[in-house]
């Protein structure tokens, strides 16, 4: 399994600082300083400010002027960022973080370990749900001295460790928000990090442009002057922005999928698709279990059997991330490869179905269910219509139902659909980002909840057990039974693990160096 | 019958479109038996260009045939523009033939809506009606009918208005019979040719406006239509250029020869004006 | 027409063209509200994050937690003072993102207009006088295929020809991306990328107006004044400019004034075509994310460009033309 657990209990008296420089060095490749990074921006993000907005574009740009304690390897070890080194006590209740030094925020005041509580105990807690769900188990947090922040649980929390990424709790200047309507205060729409480049302009619907900041901790770095998101709305203009060079970098949903296999053929272009593994982005179709027969679990498993996963990766997503092998994405910790969901199989399927008593009428139906389209765009349109025929090929039939974004949202969470798609994040970690789905306590009339209404005692018992257990050896043997427990019921039918192409110019060195990918702060980014 | 017949036949182009029309019925009653199974059933290689791969006119992005699509698809785009043209009709007829025959307030207040009507952007409100109401074969036709009355209201209240004073509509209201029956019975069937004329040129518009409805993704999921096929091909058009091109010769071809049609029945119907035949405002 | 006449005339159109917008305002509100799913339910889904909190404090924020007619009287308020709403899924207002888009739209369809209106004269004219022979036959069905070929089709063909084939325009945008220009040089690279779009958007209504003006000119044709000057022996081209071709042109100019308007509604697919960045091009954006507001907005611009234009050509008309009778 790709997670190693000495990396995250232990990694404070070992860890050295991972000095990626040091290996491009060793490749012969020279970090040169200056120039200007051209990049896109798309959609145009509402605000830069990494804490008050989770959406992709703000955490990709606002990536650059915020950091965090923490970073991410592509195997999900935590690597130093603002933090040094850290600590966990063997108990696992005490998390002691020690600080660079001379770290200074933009506007020259230096950050110690009270910017640090303050973001995490209260900043965080105040504008980010997601934070919330975990921070609020932290019993008491203190700064002992200027460069040391120590954390205190309530309860060990194995997977606290991965809370620490800029896109989750960037660290912010307490002095610009204490005391303050945290949403509104300046300091939201001029924002005020600590990362390597600052933030200068922004002119709407035009472009955001960053500069090198001067007093960044690390000597000599960034080594780029300058970096420009344009905003280019149109996805053809960015594609051809980035063919004729105007810009030397694109990433998330920039490149349609259907036109990445042409930048892949570009000699001067690099294509690549890794970067997601701290997100684990996982697609799926959502079966309503309280719509008949989608609540028997053959008519779940022959559904799963009928569709082609390898299709969806390889035709519709044109190679841009993986055929789901089950409910945990691979890169998530504890993934299990050896339960697999049940494999693409027409003549088992109908036979299952034949089992079930769904017997095919005249027009070899044998049964008729409604498919709510996901409304993110034409290659989900497409998803929907290779579902239908895949279904209609073991005699069921799915009818497409094309929604707007607000009605598929209000229609998913108040379960009225029989099925639809959706994709979640699973944040590296199946207590963050699996349990959510299965687990029957969070069966709620929500988004993102278990709106499937999927319900098994002892599941919900595995997720308990990971989730509440500090020992990973533990947490390992709970999330593979569930995982096997998962793919016998096939509650949903996991098809993609989603993927983003990240297209860059040749010259760009050291852009994907992490399991966060295009959200790192790029202090260590050059043009060679 | 048969003067109608010699002053339609005059006009080559209206048989030309005659001819074109009816083979594309043709297609559209035959395309079950032509092309046997779903127009989505993926049923080549994805991309296959045209007459490889046993496919006539090339294959999309899912390996979907495209001529098994434009077959179906004919039965799509000749259903909404009949039943939307139909339901318009309704609406049209209803209150042209109020204005024109009522006169007065009546008259005042349905051409201040038709005016209305006339003036906001009809695609534009046809485009807000689908997405509101979410894009099915049901939304599509009542936005089209919606957009597309004013004019026959129009038409036929300058019918009903000329007609109201003629000998014979007199004649029945001295005879006591109802306003209805006279509307139904006597003024409506002589004012049905102008309406026949701009019926066929209604279906064409009908037609177009579906497409472009589909074109922009609001078209219904669970059937094939020419505007669908030209949409989902415009993203790839630099890779698969069969799949745009075939499904928008089709919609031409069905649009011109609904136009010719038209014209040819406005000569047979109106000879007098045959000759000076202009514009379609 | 007597100046005198002309302010209560002026009144009384202006009053007419507000009843028009008033009543797009509230049918815009009406289908908001028809619109399934609200503002607050949109955003949660799309930030990733929804819990129950969040919901309300988004609710609050907009004002969805107030009975019908106070939302009413809000957005009509908002519209009298030009605000639109707001785009929540573009955190921007939409008059703002209107105003913004309104210039690249104006110039499109202002470029298409011309164009149209002088070809189709041109062809119509040409068609009428040579009305029955192969040249007239020929217009006729160059303009009907035209009026018959879907205008989204007919661009991507025009893409497919000049972009991706023989590589002469650029096939979308409104100008190069990135490029440092100056002056001439932005002009020429503007006109570059106009040039497709225009002959796009232009084509159906070059049909239009070719039909239009052949059948208005053999009309005129046949008047008496017509035939009083060739009795007189007026020679044809004196006729044809000094008559004919005066007199049909004013009717044909009326017609298109009130087609202007349209013009911005063809516009939306052929910015879709071209990513030409007008409303047009906002409007469908708004589609795929279904963002009702924008929607609404750039119904409510198109039918206020529309309305005044209208408004501008009756005036014209009233101006120039001495016959018209003036009553409101």
């Not at chain 3, 009413?72 to 709403?85: A, F, H, Q, S």
Request: contains cysteine.
């Amino acid at each position: 399994m790709a997670f190693s657990r000495r990396g995250l209990l232990a990694a404070a008296a070992a860890a050295p600082l991972l000095m990626r420089v040091e290996d491009a060095l060793a490749q012969g490749i020279q970090p040169k300083r200056g120039g200007t990074l051209n990049s896109i921006v798309n959609p145009e993000p509402p605000v830069l400010h990494v804490g008050v907005n989770n959406q992709a574009p703000t955490l990709i740009v606002g990536g650059k002027i915020f950091q965090g304690l923490l970073r991410y390897d592509a195997k999900l070890n935590p690597m130093p960022e603002l933090a040094k080194r850290w600590e966990v006590s063997p108990d696992g209740l005490e998390y002691t973080f020690h600080l660079q030094e001379n770290v200074k925020f933009h506007d020259g005041q230096p950050m110690t370990a009270d910017d640090v509580v303050f973001s995490i105990m209260k900043f965080h807690m105040e504008v980010s749900p997601r934070a919330r769900g975990v921070f609020a188990r932290i019993k008491e947090g203190v700064a002992v001295n200027p460069t040391t922040a120590k954390f205190t649980l309530s309860a060990p929390f194995e997977p606290f460790l991965l809370m620490f990424d800029v896109t989750v709790s960037a660290i912010v200047p307490k002095h610009l928000f204490d005391g303050q309507d945290y949403r509104q205060a300046p300091a939201v729409s001029k924002p005020i990090g600590t990362g390597p480049f600052r933030f200068v302009e922004w002119q709407r619907g035009n472009f955001i442009r960053l500069e090198r900041f001067a007093d960044y901790w690390k000597p000599g770095q960034p080594y780029l002057d300058a970096i420009i998101y344009r905003v280019v709305p149109d996805s053809q203009s960015r594609r051809l922005a980035l063919e004729s060079g105007q810009v030397q970098l694109t990433q998330s949903n920039d490149i349609e999928p259907f036109d990445v296999p042409q930048m892949r053929a570009r000699p001067n272009l690099e294509v690549r698709t890794e970067g997601w593994e701290y997100f684990g982005p996982l697609m799926w179709m959502e079966f309503n279990h309280r719509v008949k027969p989608l609540d028997d679990v053959r008519v779940r498993r022959a559904l799963t059997m009928a569709v082609n996963r390898d299709f969806i990766a390889q035709r519709l997503w044109f190679g841009i991330g993986k055929p789901a092998t089950g409910p945990f994405h691979s890169a998530t910790r504890f993934y299990d490869g050896t339960a697999k969901s049940a494999a693409f199989n027409v003549e088992e399927a109908k036979k299952l179905l034949d089992a079930a008593g769904l017997k095919p009428n005249g027009q070899g139906v044998r049964f008729a269910i409604k498919h709510m389209s996901l409304p993110y765009g034409e290659v989900f349109t497409r998803l929907g219509e290779f579902l239908r025929q895949s279904f209609r090929q073991v005699g069921v039939e799915l009818q497409l139902e094309s929604v707007d974004v607000g009605t598929w949202a209000q229609r998913t969470a108040a379960w009225e659909f029989d099925t639809t798609i959706n994709y979640l994040y699973q944040y590296g970690d199946p207590t963050l980002g699996v349990e959510r789905s299965y687990v029957s306590t969070n069966i709620k009339k929500i988004l993102f909840s278990n709106v499937a209404g999927y319900s098994n005692p002892k599941v919900d018992e595995l997720f308990t057990q990971g989730r509440d257990s500090a020992d990973p050896k533990v947490r390992q043997t709970a999330f593979s039974a569930v995982q096997k427990i998962l793919v016998e019921e096939a509650p949903l039918l996991w098809l993609l693990e989603m993927s983003f192409p990240s297209i860059y110019d040749k010259k760009l060195q050291n852009v994907i160096t992490s399991g966060s990918g295009i959200h790192a702060c790029f202090d260590d980014v050059f043009l060679a | 019958m048969k003067d109608f017949w010699r002053n339609f036949s005059r006009n080559r182009g209206a048989v030309v479109g005659l001819v074109v029309l009816l083979a594309v019925l043709i297609l559209a009653v035959l395309a079950p038996v032509l092309y046997p199974g779903s127009p989505w059933d993926m049923a080549g290689m994805p991309f296959a260009p045209p007459g490889e791969d046993g496919m006539l006119l090339g294959t999309d992005s899912l390996g979907r045939d495209v001529a098994a699509g434009i077959a179906h698809g004919a039965r799509v785009s000749l259903l909404v523009g009949a039943v939307s043209t139909v339901a318009a009709l309704a609406i049209g007829v209803s209150l042209g033939a109020i204005a024109g025959y009522l006169g007065g307030i009546a008259d005042d207040l349905v051409m201040r809506f038709t005016e209305f009507f006339q003036t906001i952007p009809s695609f534009v409100l046809a485009i807000l009606l689908v997405a509101i109401f979410t894009p099915s074969i049901a939304s599509i036709v009542f936005a089209i009918a919606v957009v597309s009355w004013p004019p026959v209201a129009r038409v036929v209240r300058a019918e009903f208005l000329s007609l109201r004073s003629r000998e014979f509509v007199q004649a029945s209201e001295v005879l006591g019979k109802s306003r209805l029956s006279i509307v139904i019975g006597d003024i409506l069937p002589n004012a049905l040719s102008p309406i026949v004329v701009l019926s066929s040129l209604m279906v064409a518009s009908a037609i177009l406006l579906e497409s472009a409805l589909s074109f922009l993704g609001l078209g219904d999921p669970n059937m094939m239509s020419w505007g669908f096929l030209i949409g989902s091909g415009r993203s790839v058009i630099r890779m698969a250029w069969w799949m745009s091109v075939f499904p928008g010769v089709a919609i031409f071809l069905t649009v011109l020869s609904l136009n010719l049609v038209g014209e040819g029945l406005s000569d047979a119907l109106n000879p007098r004006l045959a000759r000076n035949r202009g514009g379609k405002p | 027409m007597e100046l005198s006449k002309l302010p209560g005339y002026l009144l009384g159109r202006l009053v007419k063209a507000a009843i028009v917008i008033l009543a797009i305002v509230v049918c815009n509100f009406f289908l908001i509200h028809a619109a399934p799913g609200d503002p607050a339910s949109i955003i949660a889904g799309q930030s990733g994050a929804a819990d129950a909190r969040f919901l309300e404090q988004l609710r609050a924020q907009f004002g969805l937690d107030q009975p019908l007619y106070v939302q009413l009287w809000i957005y009509l308020k908002g519209v009298l003072t030009l605000d639109l709403g707001f785009s929540h899924r573009q955190q921007v207002a939409v008059a703002s993102l209107l105003w913004d888009r309104l210039p690249a739209t104006l110039l499109l369809t202002g470029a298409a207009f011309v164009f149209a209106l002088s070809v189709g004269v041109a062809m119509g004219a040409l068609a009428a006088l040579r009305v029955g022979t192969w040249g007239d036959s020929i217009i006729t069905v160059l303009a009907l295929t035209f009026y018959a070929t879907p205008l989204f089709w007919v661009g991507l063909m025009l893409v497919l020809l000049f972009s991706v084939t023989l590589e002469w325009l650029p096939s979308f945008g409104m100008a190069s991306v990135g490029v440092d220009l100056h002056g001439i040089d932005v002009v020429l690279d503007v006109a570059k990328h106009l040039l497709l779009p225009a002959l796009t958007l232009g084509l159906f209504y070059v049909a239009v107006y070719a039909r239009l003006s052949r059948a208005t000119m053999l009309e005129v044709a046949d008047q008496d004044f017509v035939k009083t000057a060739r009795a007189k022996g007026v020679p044809e081209g004196r006729i044809l400019r000094r008559h004919i071709l005066r007199n049909a042109l004013l009717p044909i100019i009326t017609f298109a004034g009130i087609q202007a308007g349209q013009l911005i509604g063809g516009s939306i697919l052929v910015e879709t075509v071209f990513a030409w960045p007008g409303i047009g091009r906002l409007a469908f954006e708004a589609l795929l994310a279904r963002d009702y507001q924008v929607l609404m907005g750039v119904f409510f611009c198109t039918s206020v460009m529309v309305v005044l234009f209208n408004l501008i050509t009756d005036l014209l008309y009233a101006v120039v033309d001495p016959r018209v009778e003036v009553s409101a």
